[in-house]
């Protein structure tokens, strides 16, 4: 399995992210995103990619 967005590899110990994780876990900003919008239930997305995206929607809230 491969990140959606970076395409790098998933490794066991590392913390990775999928649209069903994201629903529950996070705010309709970040459910409202481009790329999480493009998201399939098969997608998964690296923490570092995530942590991206998070920071993107911080950057929007006023």
Known sequence: MD???CSKKKEN??????KIVISATYDPKVQD???IRELSQYDVICHGCMQKI???V???RV
Request: hydrophobic content about 35%; overall charge negative.
């Open 54 to 56: 998070l920071d993107d």
């Open 3 to 5: 990140c959606f967005v």
């Open 58 to 60: 911080d950057k929007t």
């Open 33 to 35: 995103h481009d790329v």
């Open 13 to 18: 110990y590392e913390v990775w992210s999928n």
